[in-house]
């Protein structure tokens, strides 16, 4: 299994700030993945972060919007740029252990953003 | 690319009644996964029960259990003798095989408990 801490659990920005979210996990991991949730709305997948590489960005996601580092094997960052009304939302991170069909998912606590 | 479709925004059931969540989905693989996740107030992710497309036998976890039908595409929740605390949003969730853990996630369905 794997426990995932992440923060802030929430914030309000000003438009036009940028805000970087953190999660770091109790264990060492390959993948990490970033999930937008917007109101009321399911969770979309932002990236796939993976260590020593670029993370991979979805159809519709940006690197300038969304930059995402990846230090290390436990931790993991995602950073909401140059933000909008249009970016409020809970952004979860989430990664896996296991393989085959033991493979499951864990997911941090999410933060929720408000962008004013 | 795979889609998850859940067409029930909202539903409700009483105190220790019966209530089934519906899931379709669309893939063009033969293997996969498919999951159900709870997602109370507190927002943290948790899972309630997992199939494999591979094996015909219904997953059954406690109160709750699937139906999965293949051939439909369907995959829907039974929740049994349900309490207050299952009152959250659910989402039906795929996974393909050697994703990593990669999640596909349907729209979600409120579902209120009332006592």
């Known amino acids: 299994s794997a426990v995932i801490s992440q923060k802030p659990s929430r914030d309000i920005c000003q438009r036009g700030t940028s805000l970087t979210i953190q999660c770091q996990v109790d264990s060492q991991v390959t993948m990490m993945f970033w999930y937008r949730q917007q109101p009321g709305q399911s969770l979309t997948l932002i990236a796939t972060?993976?260590?020593?590489?670029?993370?991979?960005?979805e159809s519709g996601f940006v690197i300038d919007k969304f930059p995402i580092s990846r230090p290390n094997l436990t931790f993991s960052t995602l950073t909401v740029s140059n933000m909008s009304p249009e970016d409020s939302s809970i952004y979860l991170c989430s990664t896996s252990t296991g393989q085959g069909w033991n493979t499951e998912a864990f997911f941090g606590q999410g933060t929720r953003l408000t962008v004013v | 690319a795979q889609t998850v479709t859940q067409s029930q925004p909202e539903m409700s059931v009483q105190e220790a009644e019966t209530v089934t969540l519906s899931c379709t989905y669309d893939?063009?693989?033969?293997?996969?996964?498919l999951f159900w996740y709870k997602q109370p107030p507190s927002r943290q992710m948790i899972l309630v029960i997992r199939q494999e497309a591979y094996k015909q036998q219904n997953a059954t976890e406690n109160r709750f259990s699937v139906n999965f039908q293949k051939a439909a595409k369907s995959f829907s929740l039974k929740i049994s003798d349900s309490q207050l605390g299952d009152a959250a949003m659910y989402f039906c969730a795929y996974r393909s095989v050697g994703s990593y853990g990669k999640l596909t996630f349907g729209q979600g369905t409120i579902l209120t408990v009332h006592p």
């Open positions: 972060a993976n260590q020593g590489s670029e993370a991979t960005y």
């Open positions: 893939t063009s693989e033969s293997d996969y996964y």
